[in-house]
Every structure is written in C-alpha cells, then in structure tokens.
C-alpha cells in the first residue's frame, strides 16, 4: 500500500489493524522458535504493537522497521523510553536499551543496516501488502535476514467479500513465496476470534519457516 494511506490511518486514527493486547498466537507458538535468551528478533512492518513490550520483557533484543513515524513515537512513548535517533540512508533509526525501529521504506533496509537478527516476526507485513510487493518482499525478506527462521501470520478468506488490507494469502502463495529458502510446517489454522473489518469468515494460520541451507 502506499506510504500516505498508511499516514492516513494513523492521523485519523483508523487503528482497527492495532491489537489492544499481545498476539494470543505469538504467546501460543513463539516457543517454536526455539530461541536462546537474547537472542535479537525482528519485526516487519511493526508498527506499535505491544508484542515489542512481550519480547523485550522477555529478555529479547527487538528490531523492526516501521513506515509511519507517528506509530514509532507513539511506540516508545507508551514503553516509556527515550530513543536516541539518527539517520542511516534513507532511513531514521529510533533506538533505546535494547530495542531499535527503523523508520521508512523496508525495500530501503539492507542487510549491513539491519545486522545480525537470529528469527523474523511476521505479525502483519505479508498481508498488508498487494499481491505485487508480497512477491518482491518475499524476496527481499530472506536476503536482509539471511534466512532467518520465522513465525508468519496469515489470514485467509474470500477476498471478493472484504477489501484488504489485511489481504487474503493463502497456502499456495504462502508456499509458492518461501518453500524454495524454507521448510514450512503449519502450526495452527482456525477461525478468528475477532472479526476482522467485520467479517468473522477469515482463517487465521500461523506458520514456522526454516531455513533449507
């Protein structure tokens, strides 16, 4: 989606993508990941949600990357830190003990900016975007990370009934995206508790990739 519909949702305060609490799945499923204590996680697209709270209270490092800058503020605000911020490139950098958010584009974040990340949180970036940048982020995705392990967050339903985002990404295209860099195993696919923009018909599936090489 473009940079000023996502601007928008902010300034308006159309947060209904925004969860009041920490991801139920990210609680249910994160020990899949098998991570040491420490170990620095990364989250696409993050905006401010409290699942940076859960990881960092946790003892985890936390990176994301996030395009609007007001949801970044708005992020450390209620963590109740004080970022120092710098430029790096096209990108402004907001970074506190031992969480770090990037703020821009995260076709701009390169693998020399982001580092070392030991597993990626795919919470809501997937399916926030269309189908065209799904494709050129699946790519993107695995070189900036190099491969990191992953726990991914897709929704499924009929797309003709309810406008993305957040998108329908279905196994097929969850699999045609990674299953060349990954072995994917299927960790949970139910219904959604909460109806999403209305429509309760919407599967919720969560993923564990790993890396093949």
Same mark, same amino acid.
């Given at each position: 989606? &473009?940079?000023?519909?996502? =601007?928008?949702?902010? #300034?308006?305060? &159309?947060?209904?993508?925004?969860?009041?609490?920490?991801?139920?799945?990210?609680?249910?499923?994160?020990?899949?990941?098998?991570?040491?204590?420490?170990?620095?996680?990364?989250?696409?697209?993050?905006?401010?949600?409290?699942?940076?709270?859960?990881?960092?209270?946790?003892?985890? #490092?936390?990176?994301?990357?996030?395009?609007?800058?007001?949801?970044? =503020?708005?992020?450390? &605000? &209620?963590?109740?830190?004080?970022?120092?911020?710098?430029?790096?490139?096209?990108?402004?950098?907001?970074?506190?003990?031992?969480?770090?958010?990037?703020?821009?584009?995260?076709?701009?974040?390169?693998?020399?900016?982001?580092?070392?990340?030991?597993?990626?949180?795919?919470?809501?970036?997937?399916?926030?975007?269309?189908?065209?940048?799904?494709?050129?982020?699946?790519?993107?995705?695995?070189?900036?990370?190099?491969?990191?392990? #992953?726990?991914?967050?897709?929704?499924?339903?009929? #797309?003709?009934?309810?406008?993305?985002?957040?998108?329908?990404?279905?196994?097929?295209?969850?699999?045609?995206?990674?299953?060349?860099?990954?072995?994917?195993?299927?960790?949970?696919?139910?219904?959604?508790?909460?109806?999403?923009?209305?429509?309760?018909?919407?599967?919720?599936?969560?993923?564990?990739?790993?890396?093949?090489?």
């Amino acid at each position: 989606m &473009e940079k000023e519909y996502w =601007i928008s949702k902010w #300034q308006n305060k &159309e947060l209904g993508f925004h969860q009041p609490s920490v991801n139920p799945l990210l609680e249910s499923h994160f020990s899949k990941l098998a991570l040491e204590e420490g170990a620095r996680i990364f989250i696409p697209l993050c905006g401010k949600t409290l699942d940076v709270g859960w990881l960092l209270s946790l003892g985890y #490092q936390v990176v994301g990357i996030e395009m609007v800058e007001s949801a970044v =503020i708005q992020l450390f &605000e &209620e963590l109740q830190v004080t970022p120092n911020i710098k430029t790096i490139g096209k990108l402004k950098c907001y970074r506190a003990g031992e969480l770090e958010i990037y703020v821009g584009d995260i076709f701009d974040l390169t693998l020399d900016i982001l580092g070392d990340v030991d597993a990626v949180y795919d919470r809501a970036a997937l399916v926030a975007l269309p189908e065209g940048l799904r494709k050129k982020y699946a790519v993107h995705l695995p070189l900036i990370t190099k491969h990191a392990k #992953q726990l991914l967050i897709s929704f499924v339903y009929d #797309q003709n009934k309810m406008a993305g985002p957040p998108f329908s990404v279905d196994d097929n295209e969850v699999n045609n995206h990674y299953r060349v860099a990954y072995s994917l195993t299927l960790l949970a696919d139910d219904k959604v508790k909460e109806a999403v923009k209305g429509n309760k018909d919407v599967l919720e599936k969560v993923w564990l990739l790993i890396s093949n090489n």
